[in-house]
């Protein structure tokens, strides 16, 4: 079995790099344990009372991993300030100020779904920041479009924990041993199938959607295959990891567009819509905000919204208009 950072090291990762990646499997690590005591003793299920600077209501384990990373990364050395999900502001670590790199990250991703034992994940950026090592970090280093992302990954806390991610030469997919609580290499240089049969959306906005995103999510359900059986089948968990896991492995395509709700999209670029475009260029697929390739934006603001579509190439295709 291939550990982790023996797979680093013989990828030729850089030591500063591999040391944010040992401070990711320590922190979540730390959070897989509290997620599988869910429901014993201190409980950490439900709302913590308090509201993200984007108005949503934090739960106990959004600030409890929020609160892991942060000491991870701080205590490792190479990251010099951070910007995560359930942070107002980008956070600079003076006490390793001369870290070479930034990150960007959404602690626990589908929230909503903490109480119901259902998937959930962590999702992180990382970026080579922009001004010199020792001075203040400026915007120029959190706002970067995705492009220019060094490694990309996230945690899925589910019937295992994985961790898959890219240093830009391939997707790779590794599994949490329990007994060691040392990951191992599961499936090296993953490829999203070119097609896939997942479509998968939030359909109660559909009213919301513009005309080509209707008559796409119409496509899915008349579209028959050779054997006239129905050619797609709906699957959505509502953790983008998850959602996004499903589809890297079986083929599909996941879908947040703007809503009434939600009028930029409800994703966030820097902590979800990046990482998991990087992932999915890394493995044969893409990112869109529906007119633009994600990787391609050039963000204005750290806690920036936009639509998001990502997945099997043949079906960004046909969900961009390509039909
Ligand atoms: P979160 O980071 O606050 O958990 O929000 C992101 C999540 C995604 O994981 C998921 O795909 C989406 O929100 C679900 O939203 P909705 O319930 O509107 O379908
Ligand atoms: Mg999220």
């Keep these: 079995m291939t550990s982790l950072s023996s797979f680093l090291n ?16 320590k922190a979540s690590v730390t959070v897989q344990n509290e997620v599988s005591r869910a429901g014993l003793g201190a409980d950490i299920f439900g709302a913590k009372g308090s509201e993200n600077i984007q108005g949503e209501q934090q739960q106990k384990l959004d600030v409890y991993a929020d609160e892991c990373f942060i000491r991870e990364f701080r205590l490792c050395g190479s990251v010099a300030g951070m910007a995560s999900e359930e942070q107002d502001h980008a956070l600079q670590f003076d006490e390793s100020l001369t870290g070479e790199y930034v990150v960007m990250i959404d602690p626990l991703d589908g929230s909503s ?55 830009g030469n391939g997707t790779h997919m590794f599994t949490l041993n329990p007994e ?10 993953v490829s ?46 509502g953790s983008l990891v998850a959602d996004f896991h499903r589809n890297l492995l079986k083929g599909g395509i996941y879908v947040y567009p703007a809503t009434t709700d939600s009028p930029k999209g409800k994703l966030r670029l820097l902590y979800e819509c990046n990482p998991m475009s990087f992932l999915a260029k890394n493995a044969g697929g ?36 390509n039909l």
């Excluded at 990828?11 to 040992?22: C, K, Q, R, W, Y």
């Excluded at 990787?295 to 208009?321: N, W």
């Design 10 to 25: 013989s990828e030729n990762v850089s030591p500063n790099l591999a040391s944010i990646f040992e401070a990711i499997h």
């Design 113 to 167: 779904n903490i109480d119901v034992n259902v998937a959930i994940g962590t999702i992180f950026a990382i970026y080579k920041r922009l001004t010199p090592a020792g001075e203040n970090l400026s915007d120029k280093d959190f706002l970067q479009a995705g492009i220019h992302q060094v490694a990309s990954g996230y945690v899925t806390y589910s019937v295992s924990t994985q961790l898959v991610f890219s240093t």
């Design 180 to 189: 060691d609580r040392d990951y191992y290499l599961y499936k090296k240089s």
């Design 192 to 237: 999203f199938p070119e097609d896939g049969k997942v479509y998968s959306i939030n359909e109660v906005n559909l009213d919301d959607f513009n005309p080509e995103l209707k008559a796409y999510a119409q496509h899915c359900k008349d579209k028959r295959g050779e054997n006239g059986k129905r050619k797609y089948t709906g699957r959505y968990i």
């Design 286 to 321: 893409r990112g869109s905000d529906g007119l633009q390739d994600i990787l391609e934006i050039k963000p204005t603001e750290l806690h920036q919204r936009c639509p998001f579509y990502v997945g099997s190439p043949i079906m960004m295709d046909e969900a961009l208009g």
